[in-house]
């Protein structure tokens, strides 16, 4: 079997250790805030994440940008060049129109390379939702599936992904388009906790909206027992934008419900990530019938 690269992009939010540990490559995305840019790694090289929100909590107001075609391009070409094939997992279709432009690079690339084989899947995913998702073709990747293989596996298995997740308020959301503004206002102020999912098309939507951090957080435990199979066997990822308190609290509820320590991983949201959804935010992901 011909080698392969796993990519997928720094939306994903995966702890940078698991990253690096299962030879995932990353395409990092880039934002900005007052004119200065930043490229996310996962790995905070270009800073801590706490100080990112402690200035989204200041007043800054960051924004986020969409890759270009040419980063796509110098991404496939650097490893074809290496002999290896490339299967691309793509941060949500319905979110950002980075997974047209990593088939458009491809059409490019394959000008100068036409033999070469890159497949990119839309994820229809986002955050630790794209990131749990990425886990478990990792991991399949490490047990041995060939290329062909792991991409119809994420095809198949892209709407078993369960996210759930809460935010502070829907301000940031509707700043940057992905929820209506009247969503947001109402939100605010009525002071609730909106509780989000992802829906079939890869957008965001809101399911419920609670009195409260701990009305929601049971909120996102109903659901994970609703849908998690058997919570013995369940791997997940408790995402938290600056709120570890919110994530823990979370993890010791997932155990007494029944989940394994080993089987919990707790990640940062990085700035891509939470320039969308604001400070506070507290996520939970996983993919069923595993």
């Not at 293989?149 to 809460?166: N, Q, S, T």
Request: a negative charge; glycine letters at 8%.
């Amino acid at each position: 079997m011909r080698e392969y690269v796993l990519v997928s992009d720094s939306t994903c939010d995966l702890p940078i250790d698991v990253i690096k540990d299962l030879g995932i490559k990353i395409l990092p995305f880039s934002y900005s805030i007052n004119d200065e840019v930043f490229e996310y790694y996962l790995d905070e090289r270009d800073g801590e994440i706490s100080a990112f929100y402690d200035r989204l909590r200041a007043g800054d107001m960051p924004i986020t940008a969409q890759v270009n075609i040419q980063a796509y391009a110098d991404l496939y070409e650097g490893f074809i060049k290496e002999g290896k094939d490339i299967l691309y997992l793509a941060f949500s279709s319905g979110l950002s129109g980075s997974y047209q432009t990593s088939r458009l690079a491809i059409d490019m690339v394959k000008e100068d390379y036409p033999d070469a084989k890159i497949i990119s899947v839309d994820s229809l995913s986002a955050s630790i939702g794209e990131g749990i998702f990425l886990y478990e073709a990792a991991m399949l990747k490490k047990e041995g599936m060939d290329i062909d293989a792991l991409a119809k596996w994420i095809e198949d298995k892209r709407l078993d992904v369960r996210h759930w997740f809460m935010v502070e308020d829907l301000f940031h959301l509707s700043r940057g388009g992905r929820l209506s503004a009247v969503g947001a206002v109402v939100g605010s102020a009525l002071k609730i906790k909106p509780i989000l999912s992802v829906d079939e098309e890869g957008k965001l939507v809101v399911k419920a909206k609670t009195r409260g951090v701990g009305k929601a957080l049971d909120f996102i435990m109903s659901k994970v027992k609703e849908d998690g199979d058997d919570l013995s066997k369940l791997r997940a990822i408790i995402g938290h934008a600056d709120a570890l308190d919110n994530a823990q609290k979370l993890k010791a509820m997932a155990l007494e419900a029944g989940m394994k320590e080993e089987n919990i991983m707790i990640a940062p949201i990085g700035p891509i990530i939470g320039t969308h959804v604001g400070a506070g935010m507290t996520a939970f992901a996983f993919v069923t019938k595993m």
